[in-house]
Structure formats: structure tokens, C-alpha cells
């Protein structure tokens, strides 16, 4: 299976091997790290400044894909890759070739748990997902606050369920008191955009890369590995 992953999810380096990384496109051909760092010395609040691929172009791209393998696997930010080339890359592919499309700006914990188990991947794929996350902002997914290139002080932080508030709390800590209290015996795959330094969380954690979008916000990803748990 060939593997695509959006640069701009800021998946963890050490779990890229033998991955195709998918640059974000910047207006003036500037790099997404430098994006985001004159942003965070920005005295104003802009967007990254993104530039829209032509059909040709994201053609030409398809196609290199589809020459590697006839499966293929590609971990997508909404933010950044255009939603008409998402929805049209399953006709490109139909009939001879598969695939399977992940929307990583919601789901990075499962995204993780499919790069670390690569021969599962089909399977771990069927079926309802649901993914936590920890927010300092619950409006995180909206296009003006993901793209946003200064991060504000968290005064308050959420508990977001498959993009729906379920709680809220001043702090992370009594974010994860509930967690732990609805799903006391849970193994978690863990990662966030800074720090984070919960002990009593069971599973495995992951540190973003400093480019990972959204940086106006603190977000904590929770993806529960026995989602047949998860109501």
C-alpha cells in the first residue's frame, strides 16, 4: 500500500518512514514552517496563505500515486487539500485501484494507529470512529481559526466528541478526570500540538511536529482503541 500524508497534520517524523509527504502550497512558494513562524511574530492575526492546485496539476499528482501501488492510503487536513480533489479521487481510482481516505485534521489518533499498524489498515477502517479531542478552543475546526496564524492563551479548555461539545472545564487535567471516569479501563492513542504530561491516561503518546495546524489552539487528540466501547 502507498501511503500519502498532508505535511500540515504534523504527524510525528519517526512514523513517516516510507511515506510519500504531501507539501502544503503556499502563496510565493514559501514553506509551511516559515508560514507559521513569521505568523507567530505577526503583531496581526492572518491566515496562512494558501494557493489553490490546478486540476492538471492535482491530475499529474494522482497519477504518480496511482503508479506505486493499487492501494493506497491518504491521510488528508480539509484545511489544505481542496474538498472537490477529495471527493473526485475515488473516480480517479475506481475500478482497478483502491483508496482509502482518512481525514486526518479530525482524526490524527487513528491516523497514528494506522501508520503503526500498516497490514491492518483495511480492517481498522470498518466500521463507526469516534476520536476525542481536548480543545482550548471548540471552534478549532472552522476554516478562520484553523488557518489562523497566532495562538491565544487558553482560558477555558472542551471536551470534543466527533466535533460535538461533550464538556467543559478551566483546565486539562479536569478534562481528563472525565474521560478517565467514563472509560475507566481504556487504552488510548494519545497526541497533541504541546505540551501534555497526563500520567493516568493508559496508551500510547505522540508529540505533533511544531508545524501541525491549527497552532491557535491546544489541542489533545484521544483515540480509543476499543471503539466498540465507545457509545
Same mark, same amino acid.
Given at each position: 500500500m502507498f501511503i500519502v500524508v498532508d505535511e500540515s497534520l504534523g504527524l510525528p517524523k519517526n512514523l513517516l518512514t516510507e511515506v510519500h509527504i504531501r507539501p502544503t502550497t503556499l502563496k510565493k512558494g514559501i514553506s509551511l514552517s516559515y508560514a507559521i513562524e513569521k505568523g507567530k511574530k505577526s503583531w496581526g492575526v492572518g491566515k496562512l496563505p494558501l494557493t489553490i492546485t490546478t486540476t492538471d496539476e492535482m491530475l499529474e499528482e494522482v497519477y504518480g500515486w496511482s503508479m506505486q501501488d493499487r492501494e493506497v492510503l491518504y491521510?488528508?487536513?480539509e484545511h489544505t487539500t481542496p474538498a472537490d480533489w477529495v471527493k473526485r479521487l475515488q473516480n480517479w481510482f475506481y475500478p482497478n485501484q483502491h483508496i482509502y481516505l482518512v481525514n486526518?485534521?479530525?482524526?490524527?489518533?487513528?491516523?497514528?494507529?494506522?501508520? @503503526? /499498524?500498516?497490514?491492518?489498515i483495511p480492517a481498522l477502517l470498518e466500521g463507526a470512529l469516534t476520536e476525542y479531542v481536548?480543545? @482550548? /478552543?471548540s471552534k478549532y475546526r472552522e476554516e478562520r481559526t484553523y488557518l489562523k496564524m497566532r495562538k491565544k492563551k487558553p482560558k477555558k479548555y472542551y471536551l470534543m466528541k466527533n466535533s460535538i461539545?461533550?464538556?467543559?472545564?478551566?483546565?486539562?487535567d479536569e478534562l481528563v478526570e472525565d474521560i478517565i471516569r467514563k472509560h475507566p479501563s481504556q487504552n488510548w492513542i494519545i497526541t497533541s500540538n504541546g505540551e501534555f504530561n497526563q500520567k493516568e491516561l493508559i496508551g500510547e503518546y505522540f508529540q505533533l511536529e511544531e508545524d501541525a495546524l491549527p497552532i491557535s489552539s491546544h489541542n489533545v487528540y484521544l483515540y480509543p482503541l476499543q471503539q466498540e466501547n465507545i457509545e
Open positions: 491521510i488528508y487536513d486526518g485534521s479530525v482524526n490524527r489518533g487513528l491516523a497514528l494507529h494506522l501508520l @503503526s /499498524n500498516r497490514p491492518e481536548i480543545t @482550548s /478552543n461539545i461533550e464538556s467543559s472545564a478551566s483546565t486539562v
